[in-house]
């Protein structure tokens, strides 16, 4: 049965998403977990957004395509989306694909919750 596979935390008042599975490629989960990620910006209004994917080893297509679309949402709403925890292979993902000059990518959730201008403090 598909379900998301975002886990959505607050600190402070920054988003941070993690995912609950090594692989994001089945496409009726990434389906919800779009609906989910938009939702933060489009009904809840959150501008600022970490995705961590350091426990992620694969992921389709689709989910860049859906991460390129969250920047966009948020960016409409004079917000950012800041990617963290990538590991070697997703990292050389996004660089072929450009995304590293699109998006804000740092090492862990730490550095990107201080690009964001807030601590890791609950």
Sequence with gaps: MPGSQAVISRINNVAVVTFATASLLDPADME???RELYG???KQAQRKIVLDFSDVNFL???MLSV???LNK???AIGGAVVVCGLRPELRKVFEIANLDRILRVEP???AAL???GTSGSY
């Design 114 to 116: 201080n690009a964001l």
């Design 73 to 75: 949402r948020c960016q």
């Design 108 to 110: 862990d959730e730490e």
């Design 67 to 69: 991460i390129l679309s």
């Design 40 to 42: 933060l910006a489009d």
């Design 60 to 62: 389709s297509s689709q």
């Design 32 to 34: 919800l977990t779009a």
